[in-house]
């Protein structure tokens, strides 16, 4: 009897195990979700200003859903896209990315890069994710200067490492970034400095959120900080959320809206939309892109 109740109960738990991976894989993963808040960032008596933020698309070319997903998202008419990087997944990922990105590149927007927007993916081991002193390993190079180009061609501002303003919504927006520093590209201090007073608006922009980074970008009064790179943890418990972030910010603030602690403003983590194409799964968190609705203060 107890050998037979031991076999049932194991049975059970290899049949829910494997159907819990079955619908990480197959069905979550293309669960595309629109998430959308309001961030109280702007001068009193304004209009507000809508910011379409897409991150960690991971693109590889069969993922038709997905580029038509993201394609349809121009028929919201943002006044603004910012794009924080790790767009592709392979050599052969850029006409897929446009394919997804094509009818946004009209729009005014913002681009960083991410470290798989210059590398691609290797084989690791998931659980390595858990360790605080992980090796990044590095894969075949990506043709990040054609994606570079397409973007810069059409508008959008190159902010790795860069500082800019533009026009969107009618209104001056002063933004700032910096290129990924969880491959230590990043160099904050050449494009650091307070915001200029003459603006409307003032947006940090880094693939990885790491703190140090965020904290100089809040210290010169940037109002909002978006970011990606921590696909929300990917693979979540409900109840507790993200295990990890691969990052150095907290699990609590591994997705959505939260204010920058220490300061006035306020960092949009994005919870991406791809996966890593060696673990191609998503639990209790959804591939997702962002509208902010930016309202006055």
């Known amino acids: 009897m107890r050998k037979r109740t031991l076999f049932r109960l194991t049975a059970g738990t290899a049949a829910v195990g494997a159907a819990t991976l079955a619908y990480a894989s197959l069905v979550e993963r293309n669960m595309f979700t629109l998430r959308r808040f309001d961030v109280p960032v702007l001068p009193a008596d304004t209009e507000p200003l809508r910011v379409l933020h897409l991150s960690d698309l991971h693109m590889t070319p069969g993922q038709r859903r997905k580029q038509e997903w993201v394609a349809s998202l121009a028929a919201l008419d943002p006044d603004l896209v910012v794009v924080t990087g790790d767009n592709m997944a392979g050599p052969g990922a850029v006409p897929g990315v446009l394919r997804a990105l094509q009818p946004l590149l009209d729009l005014p927007g913002a681009f960083v890069f991410g470290s798989n927007d210059y590398t691609g993916p290797v084989l690791k081991n998931p659980f390595s994710y858990f360790l605080p002193d992980r090796e990044y390993r590095e894969g075949v190079e990506l043709p990040y200067e054609e994606l570079r180009e397409v973007f810069a061609g059409s508008g959008w501002a190159d902010l790795n490492n860069a500082r800019t303003t533009l026009k969107a919504g009618g209104r001056l927006v002063e933004l700032v970034g910096v290129d990924d520093p969880h491959i230590e590209r990043d160099d904050y201090p050449s494009v650091a400095g307070p915001v200029s007073a003459s603006t409307d608006l003032s947006i940090g922009v880094a693939h990885s959120p790491e703190p140090a980074v965020l904290d100089q970008m809040a210290a010169d009064g940037f109002a909002l900080l978006l970011a990606g790179h921590t696909h929300g943890?990917?693979?979540?418990?409900?109840?507790?959320?993200?295990?990890?972030?691969?990052?150095?910010?907290?699990?609590?603030?591994?997705?959505?809206?939260?204010?920058?602690?220490?300061?006035?403003?306020?960092?949009?983590?994005?919870?991406?939309?791809?996966?890593?194409?060696?673990?191609?799964?998503?639990?209790?968190?959804r591939p997702e892109a962002s509208i902010l609705t930016l309202i006055p203060r």
């Open 233 to 285: 943890g990917q693979v979540c418990v409900p109840g507790v959320g993200a295990l990890v972030t691969n990052c150095g910010l907290p699990r609590s603030m591994a997705k959505g809206l939260h204010r920058w602690p220490g300061s006035d403003s306020w960092l949009h983590v994005s919870a991406g939309l791809g996966t890593h194409p060696t673990a191609p799964v998503r639990f209790a968190c």
